[in-house]
């Protein structure tokens, strides 16, 4: 099983050089190192034994050191886990939370395949995918209930839709995070080998400013605030909303589900002690989102005190993109929507890029996604947390040129 595993992520891995927008998605894979024999419980799981009862600070009895393995670098996507750490709710929940920070070698579904990590941030899809080479994880936590990614072009290009994709040089990341954008083509009739010119796109908005591509691929978090920090030339001001098409793909119709908690499958199934761990610690991140709901300029400071090296207001925008990604959730946030579950399984069977692979084969066997940990960590937080946040609504940012 190790053996297959190692050989199945490291070919994965390949499909997977992803060098993740700035927080877009994962990365090129270090070699996988053989995953760790399944550790037993230290002590047999009690079925009558409730989970463990969240303590104050300070009055747990033990703690439990567990691991979260972040898919890039230090940013406000990730503002959540870093404020549970910095507001207590992991230490309120008996845990000492170390967040690896992601890198461009670094696949953190890989990561916790391996055993490297207690739980992992990855996208959908990505994680998809691992999972069908051998890896054995399992969503346990639905954070994103929005896909953030924008197809952006100038206002002047007349690309409002992905009708007017034809005939047009459309820039995409590729590496698995194209499959918004073909799915997009396909919706709209073209065939993408001959309709569209496809090319491949750095992560930045440089060949978009610089004319040599038309329409380029954005976070809603990430790159599209970049666009809105660089100077146009024409009026010697920064570029405005109005300068620009975006086209939405979560608005269009093919969407697909990113950043979510993945967990070790078969330690959640027989270790209780594991399982009681990713019920508090998603308890905790949870309530470290809804804070930062409702705190967005601190918890931007909180990323940026953590090691980020984006500017202010670049964080800030970060910190209010993602949280339209979050609220409101109407179910609860943390809790995987079927409904965009199956719509990113659809696209992943059925959408090929232009060398005709698919990010899945077959449907996921069972066991892909779980709902019953989010269901317990909300129950954990009671009345203490708002996780719906049907009052929402984005705060307003000013960027500043270059984010700061």
């Known amino acids: ?63 439990d050191s567990v691991s979260l393995q972040l898919q890039w670098f230090t940013q406000a996507q990730f503002a959540g886990y870093y404020a549970a750490v910095d507001k207590g709710f992991y230490a309120d929940q008996c845990l000492d939370v170390e967040i690896k920070e992601g890198a461009v070698e670094i696949v953190p579904q890989t990561e916790l395949a391996n055993g490297n990590a207690d739980f992992a941030i990855a996208w959908v899809p990505k994680a998809l995918q691992t999972r069908e080479a051998g890896a054995d994880i399992v969503n346990i936590a639905q954070v994103f209930g929005r896909s953030g990614t924008l197809q952006v072009s100038f206002a002047d290009s007349g690309i409002t839709s992905p009708d007017d994709f034809a005939g047009r040089t459309i820039g995409n990341w590729g590496f698995g995070n194209e499959y918004e954008v073909f799915a997009a083509i396909g919706q709209a009739g073209l065939d993408p080998a001959s309709d569209v010119t496809l090319v491949g796109q750095q992560f930045d908005m440089i060949a978009l400013l610089e004319g040599e591509i038309d329409a380029a691929e954005a976070m809603t978090y990430n790159e599209y605030a970049q666009v809105l920090e660089a100077v146009n030339p024409d009026t010697g001001e920064l570029y405005q909303p109005e300068d620009f098409n975006v086209i939405n793909y979560e608005e269009v119709g093919v969407g697909m589900l990113q950043d979510s908690i993945w967990a070790d499958a078969a330690k959640l199934a027989d270790d209780a002690d594991y399982r009681d761990q990713a019920v508090r610690f998603v308890a905790a991140s949870l309530q470290g989102w809804a804070y930062c709901r409702d705190n967005v300029e601190e918890c931007a400071t909180i990323v940026t005190d953590a090691g980020s090296t984006l500017g202010a207001s670049h964080q800030q925008w970060m910190m209010n993109e993602v949280n339209k990604l979050i609220w409101p959730a109407e179910n609860g946030a943390g809790m995987l929507d079927q409904a965009a579950w199956d719509r990113t399984v659809e696209i992943s069977q059925s959408t090929p890029n232009l060398d005709g692979a698919t990010v899945l084969t077959a449907p996921p066997t069972d066991g892909a996604y779980t709902t019953d940990i989010a269901t317990e960590a909300m129950a954990l937080l009671g009345d203490s947390v708002d996780l719906v946040g049907a009052d929402y609504a984005p705060i307003e940012v000013t960027l500043n040129p270059n984010g700061e």
């Open 1 to 63: 099983m190790n053996k297959r595993l190692s050989t199945i992520v490291a070919g994965v891995s390949v499909l997977s050089l992803v060098a993740a927008a700035c927080g877009s998605d994962d990365e090129p894979a270090a070699e996988p190192a053989p995953a760790e024999e399944e550790a037993p419980a230290e002590e047999p799981a009690d079925e009558e034994a409730p989970a463990e009862e969240p303590a104050a600070d300070g009055d747990c009895e033990t703690t």
